[in-house]
């Protein structure tokens, strides 16, 4: 299982074509405390850097982008109920949704763990 | 001289130490204590004395009620109290300087009120003749004027409710004409960052696309980034000017001409008009629909106080889409109300109604009063001195709180801070919550989202410079303590009804619904 990173602050698993997507701990930081996540329905086809689910914390509401193309295959219900895991446990249970890939060329363009520490570095 | 408190008189105070003691009601001194309204009194008890109504046959049939709907029977004088006390727990523009961003809380004179108090306007009903209500539509009509000749547009719907339904009648005017063109199918609506938070959601309320434009360095609209995506898919942008970095968009004529020359129409958010009135007509900027915020610009009460009302002006391109009903005056002087009936071949392309009546009588008296009173010179001094406040608050402030946008120039009618320089630990809401110990409402936070957490000041032409610096005095010793790490500002309010509530458990689990206490459902 591979993790990259993009500078939309959003983490992707991908384990052969499927992947597993989030918000990175910088992400949840800035948001502060998040009161409500939406995340997209099995099935719905996401397009790379396009709206796939929505976060909402008491200072803002935003959109998460999917970070390649592809099929959602699940959308993580805990987060309905607990929206606090995005804060508690971003880059693990705290997961977003799942797809499956449309085309793995797409994950060319993305940032490894190390690129990532550095552009947050940056900011 | 009208400093506030200029002597430095504080009363003396006792500084024993030990926490007060608690009282029995829960209340101190005259800070009272209130409970919900269906806490105060019972179902069992009535404030009224109603005569006995007459035995007969219900005609209501199944919809005659089963049980009691659990109403609080309580007197006149329990009722007055309940909401005079509620009152003492607000804040209001009536009570101090009120600077929150992007909402305008000015000053609401008193002529307004008695002149919306005549009985030719308060005591009439929408359904009336028109030949009964001549000198209300006269009202209406002539506001109408007002407004369509200070934003140096074509036309105006009078009727929507306020700023967000105002922005929907716009939108759904630009949505008209393109359908009228045959060019339906242009569906994305480009919306700056810089923009009202609303203007996304109208678009997309309305069927649209909204793609973002991203903001310049110095807080305006990126117009090269704007121009690159114009094309046959858009339908028009929506612009707030000035915008909600305090502002003005330098190149708004510059992107009019181009959205135009793409096919496109421009819509501009006019709850900053004020910054504005009497001075720029954002027709002669080439703008093609614009709600105004009567409530804000022309001073009729809100935030709590009042209904809203933001009538849209409207260009000569989509003026004929506008909705009904709206007044015409004929050469004989009689108004007359064009609606469904009578819009005969005047008015053909009206996309529909946006209310069921004419809109806020009231609001309109009230706007009319203000402009007659200040006259186009004082309505251009309105603009001039809400300016002037702004820039003295953000000059005198720069140097204590980060000003991300104070080198871009003069700001307009609000001052825009974000929180960069405050330390670790310390954040936007604990400067706000510190305000509200110094006794004023907090300013605007977290808004716009282009600033991390932003804090935007606006204090109209209402304030005087005592009551500046009374402000000023007050937030910038809230920076200052925020900066020494002054730990009891994160624990602020300390002096407010409530201590600091958890906003994100109310934002996570809400409760809006009162419940029956189970006390009261075991007496059934």
Redo the contacts between chains.
């Keep these: 299982m591979t993790r990259y990173f993009t500078n939309e602050h959003e983490w992707i698993d991908v384990d052969g074509d499927t992947a597993t997507v989030g918000i990175t701990d910088y992400a949840q930081g800035q948001l502060g405390?998040i009161?409500?996540v939406e995340v997209p329905e099995e099935g719905r086809e996401v397009s790379k850097g396009g709206e796939a689910a929505v976060v909402?914390s008491?200072?803002?509401a935003s959109d998460v982008y999917a970070p390649v193309t592809g099929t959602v295959t699940e959308g993580n219900a805990a987060l309905t109920d607990d929206?606090?895991l995005v804060n508690s446990d971003p880059e693990n249970s705290g997961w977003f949704f799942k797809l499956t890939l449309a085309d793995k060329g797409e994950l060319d363009g993305l940032m490894d763990e190390a690129a990532y520490k550095d552009f947050v570095a940056s900011l | 001289m009208n400093a506030i408190n200029q002597s430095g008189w504080k009363p003396e105070m006792n500084t024993a130490e030990g926490a007060a003691p608690a009282t029995s009601t829960g209340n101190r001194a005259l800070m009272l204590e209130e409970a919900l309204i269906f806490e105060i009194g019972t179902t069992e008890t009535t404030g009224v004395d109603l005569p006995e109504t007459p035995k007969g046959a219900s005609r209501l049939g199944s919809l005659a009620r089963a049980k009691p709907i659990g109403l609080p029977g309580l007197s006149e004088p329990e009722t007055v109290r309940h909401y005079t006390r509620l009152s003492r727990q607000n804040y209001a523009i009536d009570l101090g300087l009120f600077p929150l961003g992007s909402c305008t809380m000015k000053h609401n004179p008193r002529l307004n009120e008695r002149m919306a108090r005549l009985p030719g306007f308060a005591d009439i009903h929408p359904l009336q003749p028109v030949d009964t209500v001549q000198g209300a539509l006269g009202v209406i009509n002539e506001l109408a004027v007002w407004l369509i000749e200070l934003t140096g547009m074509h036309g105006v719907a009078m009727s929507p409710k306020a700023g967000a339904h105002g922005e929907l009648c716009g939108i759904l005017c630009i949505k008209a004409a393109l359908e009228a063109r045959g060019e339906g199918h242009r569906k994305v609506v480009l919306v700056p960052e810089s923009a009202h938070g609303t203007n996304p959601a109208t678009a997309a309320f309305a069927g649209f696309t909204v793609e973002n434009i991203p903001a310049t360095a110095e807080g305006r609209v990126d117009t090269e980034a704007l121009k690159a995506r114009l094309g046959p898919d858009v339908a028009g942008v929506m612009i707030t000017n000035p915008n909600t970095c305090g502002l003005f968009e330098r190149d708004l004529k510059i992107i009019s001409d181009a959205v135009h020359e793409a096919g496109g129409y421009v819509y501009c958010d006019g709850a900053n008009f004020n910054a504005i009135v009497g001075r720029v007509r954002p027709g002669d900027l080439g703008v093609d629909a614009m709600h105004i915020n009567l409530h804000k610009t022309f001073s009729t009460p809100h935030g709590g106080g009042g209904p809203g009302s933001g009538p849209v002006v409207l260009s000569e391109a989509l003026a004929p889409f506008g909705p009904l009903p709206f007044t015409a005056r004929h050469a004989d002087g009689h108004i007359q109300l064009v609606e469904e009936e009578t819009v005969g071949e005047d008015h053909p392309h009206s996309f529909g109604r946006m209310t069921a009546f004419h809109g806020q009588m009231g609001m309109f008296t009230r706007a009319l009063t203000y402009i007659l009173s200040h006259g186009a010179d004082g309505l251009a001094q309105v603009a001039g001195d809400a300016v002037l406040n702004a820039n003295y608050v953000l000059r005198r402030l720069e140097g204590v709180l980060d000003a991300p946008f104070a080198k871009s120039g003069h700001c307009m009618h609000e001052a825009l801070f974000s929180d960069d320089g405050l330390p670790a630990g310390f954040s936007t809401l604990d400067i706000a919550k510190g305000l509200i110990d110094e006794g004023f409402h907090p300013m605007t936070v977290?808004f716009p989202?282009v600033v991390h957490g932003a804090m935007l000041v606006e204090p109209t032409e209402t304030e005087s410079k005592a009551a500046l610096d009374q402000f000023i005095g007050a937030l910038g010793s809230i920076a200052e303590r925020a900066k020494a790490g002054d730990a009891s500002l994160k624990a602020a309010p300390h002096y407010a009804p409530r201590r600091r509530l958890d906003?994100?458990l109310a934002?996570?689990k809400p409760v809006l619904v009162w419940k029956e206490a189970p006390l009261a459902a075991a007496a059934e």
């Design positions: 405390d009161v409500f909402e008491v200072k803002a929206p606090s | 977290y989202l906003e994100t934002a996570r």
